[in-house]
């Protein structure tokens, strides 16, 4: 401003932020101002096909009604706290091909990366004695320098990922093969790491935790309420937010009280307590929905997955972005395969060569996650995800043969892209 | 007349072996509408990403302020005052009217965007440029209509104290409501003392709103004249013809050595 031109520049937003803000915006009318106003706007976006996680939702209390109906075994505490273990690791992998999909891109090699830093955790241990937590960044390290190369290859070479994944879901099932050996495998039996899906969390513990996570939303919720009310910024309506205080805090502490009751099946010894893969995975939630939703990176993101181009004009390192989601990905699956290693008690060469992949991107998918990019959140991931490790869950307690399972998963799968690419067309024709 | 804001001097630009740009002078100043007419291929665009710093010259001086600036791209484009509001919009359909106002400019506290202070500022921007039509600062730009998304790009120009803003072909894609509406806020910007250049095949918008016209012909500067001296008919034979009586080129370039 100061380089001696003698422009007037009276569009220059003043720093007052109270008086500007609502002077001579008399239109701005989308203030929902009460839950009735915010219910209809939701309906209006569902109508628009902004659909959310509200499919899988509905998907998951229709899995629970239909396998409750049909096993009284599968609402026992004892196979809740199964299921919660069971979909950790397609969760935490849900959740790094989120970013990949935001971009509208795609790691079809994201389960072997996991096998493959599954494979050298269980090295590290067995082989060099190393620490837990030492084996485990070894084994993210090795996921981020995957993702690196991918995200480089896609980035800078243009390869679709698909093709580049692709690539990498072939060559990366080597490395565990020749590690390991065929027919091999490699135990995996560190306390702390095997712990994650065997052991629980004290009662106690669990307990404060489960209320700091409550007082710390309510808190935050009604700061925000009140510091964007006071300025007369578009906020929720009062009763919405407590509405949504309400609602997790009944999901969280109702979780806890479920978990920390006596689920042994056997009268003569104990099993109570949430199993520590839980607070693993909502730690690994609550910090990524910060960075999508709180920082310039998750804005960049999403703006990069939304139009690139507009992306490149405002100045964002698209390649950068590309790269660091490709990174961000691999690493995840890499903490995937840690759990999942870690619910087997084994690293075999087959690791994360199977389903794993496709159920982590049904399960993201049916999140909510759109495949076209630009529309995504982390909590997408968990929701899928139970929606994914419920069907052979449940199937499993029905008996079924395996094959049902495949065929249902498969079908949910393409139910769910189907709803996305729908929703899609609606919403391009809604403008929502 | 005041100095230039914005001035290009004897910019030559080739394509391998086609030359687009030959000697063109260009000039934008404080307070009007310059409005950049010509036929396609006339090298309006090739001109615009030039300002813009998109595509560097092969000759020619570039003065900002009456000095002379070393611009190397779009980010010294940018940090000098000039935004360029593209034809295609350059918005995310996937976010709000807000975020894309800041977008790459994001505010920041602490780790955290700054929610609260970005939303204040595209609202006094928005009603201090009289936008009405907009329900809320908060909803996507998926929702809006092409007026309304005109309208954010232009906000979004003006919302970095820009001394400069280039559009291109505003209106081509609107209705009568809405171009309306977009040329309003073009004049607005002229009004406020910021050099406005309007990119236009539309006679009708280019003599509405704009004081200068330059008319490009073949790559050539057909004439730079004040838009009140001359007549509809002799900018379309500028455009068309790259002369109009003793306004225009001497030569016919297409027949010239170059």
């Known amino acids: 401003m100061t380089d001696g031109t003698d422009v007037q520049h009276d569009v220059t937003p003043s720093s007052t932020p109270s008086s500007g803000a609502t002077a001579g915006f008399d239109s701005d009318n989308r203030h929902a101002a009460t839950i009735g106003d915010s219910a209809r706007d939701y309906l209006n976006r569902l109508r628009g096909g902004d659909m959310g996680s509200l499919p899988a939702i509905l998907g998951l209390v229709f899995l629970f009604i239909v396998f409750a109906s049909l096993n009284d075994r599968f609402l026992t505490t004892y196979n809740m706290a199964n299921l919660v273990v069971q979909a950790g690791s397609i969760i935490v992998l849900a ?35 190393w620490t837990w937590w030492a084996a485990t960044l070894a084994g993210i390290a090795l996921g981020a320098l995957i993702g690196l190369v991918i995200g480089s290859l896609v980035a800078f070479l243009g390869i679709p990922s698909f093709v580049v994944t692709l690539a990498f879901f072939l060559a990366l099932q080597a490395v565990p093969l020749r590690l390991i050996g065929s027919g091999g495998s490699l135990r995996f039996n560190d306390p702390v790491l095997r712990g994650l899906s065997i052991k629980n969390v004290p009662v106690t513990a669990s307990w404060v935790a489960a209320v700091v996570i409550v007082l ?49 099946p056997n009268p003569t010894f104990d099993i109570s307590g949430v199993p520590w893969v839980a607070p693993v995975v909502v730690a690994l939630l609550l910090f990524w929905t910060f960075v999508l939703t709180r920082t310039r990176f998750g804005r960049h993101l999403y703006a990069v997955g ?54 982590a991107v049904g399960a993201a998918v049916i999140g909510g996650t759109s495949l076209f990019g630009g529309r995504g959140r982390a909590i997408d991931a968990v929701v899928g995800g139970l929606v994914i490790a419920t069907i052979p869950n449940g199937l499993g307690l029905l008996d079924q043969a395996s094959y049902i399972n495949f065929i249902v998963t498969g079908g949910v799968l393409l139910l769910a892209a189907s709803v996305d690419a729908i929703s899609r067309r609606r919403r391009s024709a809604a403008g929502v | 007349m005041a100095e230039p804001l914005l001035e290009l001097r004897g910019v030559n630009k080739s394509f391998g072996v086609a030359h687009v740009l030959h000697d063109v002078d260009f000039a934008v100043y404080p307070g009007q509408v310059t409005a950049l007419v010509g036929d396609n291929g006339a090298g309006k665009s090739t001109l615009v990403k030039i300002i813009a710093g998109i595509y560097g010259r092969d000759t020619g001086d570039y003065y900002f302020g009456g000095k002379q600036v ?124 910021l050099g406005v250049v309007l990119i236009s095949h539309n006679m009708g918008d280019v003599f509405e709103v704009a004081d200068r016209i330059t008319a ?43």
């Not at chain 2, 900018?235 to 001497?250: C, F, K, W, Y």
């Open chain 2, 216 to 258: 490009l012909y073949l790559g050539r500067v057909a004439a730079d004249v004040p838009s009140k001296d001359v007549t509809h008919g002799q900018v379309v034979e500028l455009i068309t013809a790259g002369r109009s009586g003793h306004l225009g080129i001497a030569e016919n370039p297409a027949t010239a050595t170059v």
């Open chain 1, 95 to 129: 959740m790094g091909l989120v970013f990949v999909l935001l971009l509208g891109e795609i790691d079809l090699s994201a389960g072997v990366a996991g096998g493959a830093s599954a494979t050298i955790i269980a090295l590290m241990l067995i082989d060099y004695d």
């Open chain 1, 306 to 359: 939304g139009n690139a181009e507009a992306a490149r004009r405002a100045g964002i390192n698209v390649r950068r972005i590309k790269i660091m989601a490709f990174v961000i990905c691999s690493g995840m699956a890499a903490i995937s395969g840690l759990l999942a290693a870690s619910y087997t008690g084994k690293v075999s060469p087959g690791s994360g060569g199977g389903n794993e992949l496709l159920y």
């Open chain 2, 70 to 193: 070393e611009v190397h791209g779009p980010r010294d484009v940018a940090a000098l005052g000039v935004e360029v509001v593209y034809q295609d919009l350059a918005l995310c359909d996937n976010l709000d009217i807000v975020q894309n106002m800041f977008l790459g400019r994001e505010e920041m506290k602490g780790v955290g965007l700054d929610e609260v202070s970005m939303e204040s500022r595209a609202r006094e921007t928005l009603s201090s440029l009289s936008v009405r039509t907009v329900k809320s600062v908060r909803q996507s730009v998926a929702s809006l209509s092409g007026g309304q998304r005109q309208t954010v790009a232009i906000a979004k120009a003006v919302l970095w104290n820009s001394k400069v803003v280039l559009l291109d072909e505003p209106t081509a894609a609107l209705g009568v409501a809405q171009t309306r509406q977009v040329l309003d806020l073009v004049r607005r910007l002229a009004d406020r003392g």
């Open chain 1, 216 to 264: 710390a939303f309510a808190a935050l919720s009604l700061w925000r309420y009140r510091s964007l009310s006071a300025r007369g910024l578009v906020h929720k309506p009062l009763g919405l937010v407590l509405l949504q205080i309400a609602v997790l805090a009944l999901i969280v502490l109702g979780l806890t009280a479920l978990l920390s009751a006596n689920r042994s």
